[in-house]
């Protein structure tokens, strides 16, 4: 019985990823959607001068600038509804949407200010509830939610006050209360599932407003104390946030967050990787990976980094990405991560056809081999990526840029740091698995 549902589900993704039309889903299977890294630039407009196309392109010259955005620049509005239209009619009644940050453009801080910060906050919540009314949202906030950038403070403020407000229709009072007080919050999803966003700005390594204090905001001490709680009900809960532990996949030997606030994080959840199903992040822009293993090695936590709506990059990094969205798939049992289904929109297509026909990417039971998204499963796809060349590893790759350029390889170091930083969160085991880099030669 089993084996054959099995077989049913598999030819269902088959038959659902040969014709990407999205326009239905896996039946009553229980299901987030994951949204991150808007970053709206209201400046952006299609002008003849590609300097001129949108401010967060700082004068380099966008010179592929079309409706739905340009690489160069961050999301125009069209990108983002477009974006959410494609997402409205798949959206089920029991659904609900995680948004883990970053509405405001990569601006210098003098073309904005707290207010402005605010504003765009607050257009992109309406504009959520404008398209799913009756959706719950989860939002976390970003490095670029606050003014000037990065410099999230470990007390309360204009911004965690203005958030607190503003997502008044999806969170409880007891969250909105520590939200409006240190940017984090947790609460209860359905009957044995909780859902907690963590304020991992208060770690990242560029903000100086919180000192080295051993924990800022308490959110350490928040974060046990509700674990063991949800411990002790017998809930599962999901771990949101913005900027992901663990190292980043294109820098050797760089923590996202600082390096001794990540050690931290990740012994707390170590301890409590049977309360934990899943953890979602943003901030990278790319789609990743990662899997915690507990120090028997063994894996104990799935970790995915969900890539970016916009499309930005820097004029002198090589590589992008296509502006991305997600659907998660979970046990309604055991609240296991089962899949994920990665949507995306062809940017250089969209605006050459000035339509914008978002569709399905991958999913990735089905691209990988995979049974679900376990930490068992994820450590199986994280060990066939340390296989140099292997077709895993390539289709990895290309996903991690939600197929920007086909023609652009990673190998050697580029494909070192992809892989250590999948199974490697802490210093120790990545510094081992990068120092065996003559290796892999
Ligand atoms: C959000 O900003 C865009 C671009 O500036 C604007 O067109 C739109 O009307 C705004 N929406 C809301 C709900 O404020
Ligand atoms: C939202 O719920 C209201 C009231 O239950 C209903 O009338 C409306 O059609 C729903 N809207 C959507 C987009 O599902
Ligand atoms: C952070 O630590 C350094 C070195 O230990 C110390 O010099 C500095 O004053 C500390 N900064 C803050 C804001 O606590
Ligand atoms: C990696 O970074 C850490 C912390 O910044 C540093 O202590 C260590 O020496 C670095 N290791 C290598 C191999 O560069
Ligand atoms: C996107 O569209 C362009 C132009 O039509 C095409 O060359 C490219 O292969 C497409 N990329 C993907 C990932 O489909």
């Given at each position: 019985m089993f084996v054959y549902k099995l077989l049913c589900l598999v030819l269902i993704l088959r038959l659902r990823a040969a014709a990407?039309?999205?326009?239905?889903?896996?039946?009553d299977s229980a299901r987030f959607w994951h949204i991150t890294d808007?970053?709206?630039?209201?400046?952006y407009h299609v002008t003849s001068d590609p300097r001129e196309v949108c401010s967060s392109s700082k004068g380099s010259p966008a010179s592929d600038a079309g409706p739905f955005g340009a690489f160069l620049c961050d999301s125009p509005y069209r990108l983002i509804q477009s974006a959410f239209s494609h997402m409205e009619p798949l959206v089920q009644a029991h659904d609900f949407i995680i948004w883990t940050g970053?509405?405001?453009?990569?601006?210098?801080?003098?073309?904005?200010?707290t207010d402005a910060v605010i504003q765009l906050m607050k257009n992109m919540t309406l504009t959520f509830r404008k398209h799913f009314p009756n959706t719950t949202v989860f939002p976390s906030i970003g490095n670029h939610d606050y003014w000037p950038q990065d410099q999230l403070p470990a007390f309360t403020n204009q911004i965690y006050r203005a958030a607190a407000e503003l997502w008044r229709d999806w969170l409880k009072d007891d969250a909105l209360l520590t939200l409006a007080e240190g940017g984090f919050y947790s609460q209860l999803v359905k009957p044995g599932l909780r859902l907690l966003s963590v304020n991992t700005i208060l770690y990242y390594g560029p903000n100086k407003a919180v000192g080295n204090g051993s924990d800022p905001a308490g959110q350490f001490l928040w974060l046990e104390k509700t674990l063991a709680g949800a411990a002790q009900r017998l809930e599962k809960v999901f771990i949101i946030g913005h900027v992901p532990v663990g190292f980043l996949p294109y820098a050797r030997n760089t923590t996202a967050i600082r390096e001794e606030h990540n050690e931290r994080l990740l012994s707390i959840y170590r301890k409590y990787s049977d309360v934990i199903t899943g953890q979602f992040y943003g901030h990278t822009h790319r789609d990743s990976v990662m899997v915690l293993l507990n120090h028997q090695g063994k894996a104990v936590n799935s970790l995915f980094v969900s890539p970016a709506v916009t499309p930005i990059k820097d004029a002198k990094d090589p590589f992008s990405n296509n502006p991305g969205l997600r659907l998660y798939v979970y046990d309604p049992?055991?609240?296991g991560v089962m899949d994920i289904w990665q949507y995306y929109l062809n940017l250089t297509e969209a605006n050459e056809r000035r339509r914008s026909d978002w569709r399905?990417?991958?999913?990735m039971t089905e691209a990988f081999g995979l049974s679900d998204l376990r930490p068992q499963s994820l450590l199986k796809l994280g060990l066939e990526l340390m296989t140099p060349h292997s077709d895993a590893f390539l289709t990895y790759f290309r996903h991690f840029m939600v197929g920007y350029d086909s023609s652009f390889t990673c190998e050697g170091p580029c494909w070192l740091n992809q892989v250590c930083a999948v199974l490697y969160l802490d210093q120790d085991a990545y510094a081992h698995c990068v120092a065996n880099e003559q290796l892999w030669r």
């Open positions: 990407p039309t999205g326009s239905a889903h896996l039946g808007l970053h709206l630039d209201p400046t970053d509405s405001p453009p990569h601006v210098s801080p003098e073309k904005l200010s049992q055991d609240y399905l990417e991958y999913v």
